[in-house]
């Protein structure tokens, strides 16, 4: 399959607002590729690169772009060629990595008209990363192989792959699907959560439900057959090597055959308190030095879910049940704290879970899952049974450049990067945001922004600091890649502050005040 048929599409999946056209749109390719194909189409399509991080970034796109291959030369780059070229780049190390690096980029963009060149910018800076496609996609597929989508969306969920499950159900039909069941020691998408306002509302919404304490760790996965353990991150990369104190509690459980869903913390032995995520992500980086880790900082696992146990799937039982198995599993400091709402017209138990919302603040967590008790567990969904409750921070910020957006977003001023104030009346920058902007601020934005612009490089528009937004934020992070060292989680663009010079915008020391 051409590149420029699956650049094509994917311009014309993100041009459109029409769910039904989307599913024609994608089942029509996938219909017409090798199932091989399919599997890379996905990927690309979803901004994914199959061979993961592979050192690409702007500092290499900006350098080495070449003219594209005349408009009239016909497309002939394939998939097989894209994924050729990015396995080759996955697997420069070492001295002059940077420059072979960018050499193979050059020969790939050498042979990329114009069209596919800004579809390969965007998915190696990953601009085309949106886990909304991925429901798509798999609708699509469930058209294109002739299966439903709900016998696919569950094989995916249990398998962890779409493009995998595709390619076999494209190859095979309906029947490949019966093959991909819940199998200890095979990583499990996660169930993950939407989002609540307040403990109250999201009680009203569940009915009858358990109310956790939601940590700020690293999401694992353990699976256990026998004195085998098997560690995985929510993206389902394997770190058992990486986290020794998990694979040894895992084995001291009394049960066997069992799958834990949970997060890895660590405390702060002087405090008490949980300590930042960002302090213990480095422990499933692939360069960390385990034992020096270990001994400095040691993780603790806590689990809130059992997926499997004896051998037995769990995922379709109501979570009231699999917290029972969960019980009999765990001992109460490996199991998370929670707090059971029975009946939701009880006022004095609602209270309660108000404050134990109010206490789990206080330990230094970040919020309560409010979870269903006759929910099943989805995989790799983000349920509407299973609600995050988490404090809301607001900045006033500044706008000091913006990047041209893409697919619908096209002609229009997206990605905001945004600053606060120093002491000395400079702005610094904390981070970037496309997220929030509905198409009206789109427009407005690109008006007024338009109104400030300094200077136009082609991708991003610097302006006078002048336009100040209200932005929404997780929480802090620390970050190398902005000079205050810090970086806003999750930030969206809540709305604009024409109103609002920029001399009232929040500064650098209200930010890190905090932290």
């Not at 597929?141 to 499950?165: C, I, K, Q, T, Y």
């Not at 309560?368 to 790799?380: D, E, R, S, T």
Request: proline residues 5%; glycine residues 8%.
């Amino acid at each position: 399959m051409l590149l420029a048929r699956v650049a094509e599409v994917s311009g014309e999946v993100a041009a459109t607002s029409a769910r039904s056209r989307k599913t024609g749109l994608l089942a029509e390719l996938f219909a017409r590729a090798e199932p091989e194909q399919s599997a890379l189409a996905i990927s690309y399509l979803s901004g994914r690169i199959p061979q993961g991080r592979i050192g690409i970034g702007w500092s290499v796109l900006k350098e080495v772009l070449p003219p594209a291959v005349s408009p009239a030369d016909a497309p002939r780059l394939t998939l097989s060629d894209v994924d050729e070229a990015m396995a080759e780049l996955a697997g420069v190390v070492g001295a002059g990595a940077q420059s072979r690096r960018r050499e193979r980029v050059r020969k790939l963009f050498a042979a990329a008209t114009l069209p596919e060149q800004e579809f390969l910018i965007r998915l190696l800076t990953g601009e085309l990363r949106q886990g909304a496609l991925d429901a798509v996609a798999l609708e699509g597929v469930a058209r294109a192989a002739g299966v439903g989508s709900g016998e696919l969306r569950r094989a995916v969920m249990l398998d962890g792959s779409l493009p995998r499950v595709a390619q076999a159900v494209l190859r095979e039909g309906g029947d490949a699907l019966d093959r991909f069941t819940l199998r200890v020691g095979s990583p499990v998408l996660p169930m993950l959560a939407h989002t609540a306002s307040s403990v109250t509302g999201a009680v009203a919404n569940l009915g009858p439900c358990a109310v956790e304490e939601k940590l700020d760790g690293i999401r694992i996965q353990v699976h256990r057959r026998g004195e085998e353990v098997r560690v995985y991150t929510r993206s389902l990369d394997d770190i058992t090597d990486r986290l020794p104190e998990v694979v040894a509690l895992a084995r001291e459980i009394s049960g066997d055959m069992f799958i834990l869903d949970g997060e890895a913390i660590a405390v702060d032995p002087v405090t008490g308190r949980p300590v930042s995520f960002q302090d213990i992500a480095s422990r499933v980086g692939s360069r960390v030095d385990v034992d020096a880790a270990r001994t400095a900082r040691p993780l603790s696992p806590v689990f809130f879910d059992v997926l499997a146990s004896e051998g037995r799937p769990l995922v379709d039982r109501p979570g009231h049940e699999r917290h029972a198995v969960l019980a009999r599993l765990l001992p109460e400091p490996l199991r998370v704290r929670r707090t059971v709402v029975a009946d939701p017209a009880d006022a004095m138990a609602v209270g309660a879970a108000e404050t134990f919302y109010r206490d789990t603040l206080a330990r230094g967590h970040e919020g309560v899952l409010v979870k269903a008790l006759a929910a099943p567990y989805i995989a790799g969904r983000r349920g509407r049974t299973w609600l995050k409750v988490k404090p809301v921070h607001t900045l006033d910020l500044v706008v000091l450049a913006a990047e041209w957006g893409h697919g619908r977003r096209t002609g229009l001023l997206s990605n905001l990067h945004l600053g606060a104030r120093t002491a000395d009346g400079t702005f610094v920058m904390l981070g970037k945001t496309f997220k929030g902007l509905t198409d009206a601020m789109l427009r407005w934005q690109t008006e007024r922004l338009g109104e400030l612009a300094e200077t136009d490089d082609g991708f991003t528009v610097r302006v006078r600091p002048e336009l100040v937004v209200e932005i929404a934020y997780d929480g802090l992070q620390r970050s190398p890649r902005y000079p205050a060292g810090v970086t806003l989680r999750f930030a969206r663009v809540l709305r604009h502050r024409p109103d609002k010079p920029a001399t009232e915008a929040d500064t650098l020391d209200t930010v890190l005040a905090r932290a």
